[in-house]
């Protein structure tokens, strides 16, 4: 790391301060090689714009937040925030956006797929009246380019068609991570906002389409459609992790926000976690002969670690448990789980004892842990 040399700084003359009409916000992680061509393409993008260019970096480990420290010494638009501690695209995006004082801003990806050179066509938009403009890859004909796979095209394409019924918008390209919009606008919904995920536009136009509704106010979107291309440096870190994380989404907000992401996925992996515990169960007594009491206990046990293992990645993948704190993790995980099921059984004899319906008194047993393990690990395990 160079030294940073303070009275090279006293003999520049400082260029006068305009302030920034537009904010680039950019989420990155491990994009080193890649912030610097951006931040060029945007500056000659952009023209006379004035606009500041702020990087919201989740502590990469190659290094991204001390490349876009030294370009925030050249040039007085750049910010870098530098975040310790956790992840996530979403909520990287909100803190960007919170950290700046323009009148406008624009979310862009680090790693060029999103064509810089429409920026000046959407800000004019939004100059115009425009509420949200989005850059959208499916506007035009084979505009995908050469950025997606074919799955994840396929992929694409369906998610398109769930969120139309969330948003109930024609909107060709809802999970576009590329749009500008009126920060006014993002300031009336910011609080309802999830942090969780990847789809950050496709939530801000649900919460703004329903506030804006419950007010008789019309919500202005509009598209700017662009070529999609491919990554330039580095991987990607779109995985299915991420496509059922935004399943849990769509389905959150279908409950109006009443069932938390998180609260969706646990339940899910908990399902998931039924089957391999009747699984094993299966295996250890019919296949292997092991006597009821020791296969059940067999079966608790892997599926216990299975739902920590699977919570670990998808439920709670912005703050995963690695090292020693894997470890004390699935130590309490085992622990709550085990006065879960205590729960489970003292609320479901209680009730049966009301109603004599076992099916009942069952259902409602599992859901008393699902909502005691969901609330308890939250505290205790992924804090
Ligand atoms: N701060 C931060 N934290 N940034 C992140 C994180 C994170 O946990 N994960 C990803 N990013 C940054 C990346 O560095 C990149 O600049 C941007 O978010 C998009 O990540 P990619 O890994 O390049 O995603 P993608 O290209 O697969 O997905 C793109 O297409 C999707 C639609 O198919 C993105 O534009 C998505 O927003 C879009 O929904
Ligand atoms: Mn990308």
Known sequence: MSVVQFDTYAKKSPEPWVA??????????????????????VTAALGDTPFEFIVVDDNSPDGTSEVVR????????????HRIGRRG???????????SAAPYFAVIDADLQHDETILPHMLEKARAGDHIVVGTRYGDEGSVGGGLSRTREAGSKLATRLSGILTGKALSDPMSGFFLMRREIFDEIAPSLSDEG????????????????????????????YTFRPRHAGESKMSSLVVVQFLGLVVSKLSRGLLPTSFLLFGLVGGFGVVVHMGTLWLAHEQFAFNFFWAQALATVVAMTFNFVLNNELTYANKKLRGWRYLSGLLSFYAVCSIGALANVSVASWI????????????????????????????????
């Not at 030294?70 to 925030?81: D, F, L, T």
């Open 70 to 81: 030294e370009m925030a010494r050249q040039h007085q638009n750049v910010r870098a925030i």
């Open 198 to 225: 990847f789809k950050i536009l496709l939530d801000i136009i649900v919460s703004a389409g329903r506030t804006h509704a419950r007010q008789g106010r019309e919500l202005r979107i509009s598209e700017v459609p």
């Open 89 to 99: 695209l979403s909520s990287a995006v909100i803190e960007g956006i919170l950290a």
């Open 20 to 41: 920034p009409e537009l904010a680039i916000i950019v989420p990155s992680y491990n994009e080193r090689d890649n912030v610097g061509l951006l931040y060029e393409k």
């Open 352 to 383: 049966y004892a009301f109603d004599g319906q076992f099916y009942l008194a069952g259902l409602l047993g599992v859901l008393m842990s699902v909502v005691f393990n969901y609330s308890v690990t939250r505290v205790f395990t992924w804090r």
